[in-house]
């Protein structure tokens, strides 16, 4: 069982359309994050997202990206006007004390 | 920014052979950490070593780091069919639920031939 549950498993959308995707964590943890696969290529770091705040991002994470916690539980990535070089499984992750991270099984999204 | 990379990007074995994965990375961290990835799933933690130590074990799995060379590998001992996955390093400079993500290599796909 997933530590964290990520909806929609698979979305897809026209290009320039916004994209809200969802993770809910098991247990109640506050440090999450959220990376991205690209078809056939490395998983990246995009946000770290710690109490309610950004703690860090990385340059892919730029504006037309955000992340919140509107209900205390969900934790969603918004992205607001979707380019072709979205499309991309994310993965929603919570972290151990250590570091080690356990994913949710991803979103996968395709921009048309 | 410090990257795990792996070698070889693809192996393939025959099941019940010994598999091992190799990785470098760049700068000074804390710990080292292998996550396999199932075609189109999610990434799962194999095993976590920290900087100070130079070899851990769990189950079919022995990991080594060497700090001075700034490598790791993942040894994956009797190999299965359901070992057949992408293995991924990954590295992080602060631990405590530290603000750094994680940075990944490009992984190993490993194929386990029946």
């Known amino acids: 069982e997933p530590e964290v549950t990520q909806t929609p498993s698979h979305q897809v959308t026209q290009m320039g359309q916004e994209v809200i995707l969802r993770c809910v964590p098991i247990?109640?943890?506050?440090?999450f994050y959220w990376y991205r696969q690209i078809l056939g290529q490395k998983v990246e770091f995009l946000v770290s997202?710690?109490?309610?705040?950004?703690?860090?991002k990385s340059e892919i994470f730029d504006d037309q990206f955000s992340v919140e916690r509107p209900d205390g539980s969900n934790f969603t990535l918004k992205i607001r006007s979707t380019k072709l070089e979205d499309s991309a499984m994310y993965f929603c992750?919570?972290?151990?004390?250590?570091?080690?991270?356990?994913f949710g099984e991803g979103s996968r999204l395709t921009v048309l | 920014s410090q990257q795990g990379e792996e070698d070889p990007q693809a192996l393939s074995i025959q099941e019940g052979e010994n598999a091992t994965m190799n990785c470098s990375y760049k700068?000074?961290?804390?710990?080292l950490q292998w996550y396999r990835q199932n075609s189109g799933r999610g990434l799962v933690h194999l095993i976590l070593?920290?900087?100070?130590?130079r070899e851990k074990h769990s189950g079919r799995l022995r990991v080594t780091l060497d700090t001075s060379k700034k490598s790791s590998s993942l040894l994956i001992t009797a190999s299965r069919a359901a070992d057949t996955a992408s293995y991924f390093c990954?590295?992080?400079?602060?631990?405590?639920?530290?603000?750094?993500?994680?940075?990944f290599g490009k992984g190993t796909h490993l194929i386990i031939q029946p």
């Open positions: 247990s109640n943890h506050l440090y």
């Open positions: 700068t000074s961290i804390n710990n």
């Open positions: 070593i920290r900087s100070n130590e």
């Open positions: 997202f710690y109490n309610n705040e950004i703690s860090e």
């Open positions: 992750a919570r972290t151990t004390w250590t570091g080690e991270l356990f």
């Open positions: 990954a590295t992080i400079r602060r631990t405590g639920g530290g603000a750094d993500g994680l940075t």
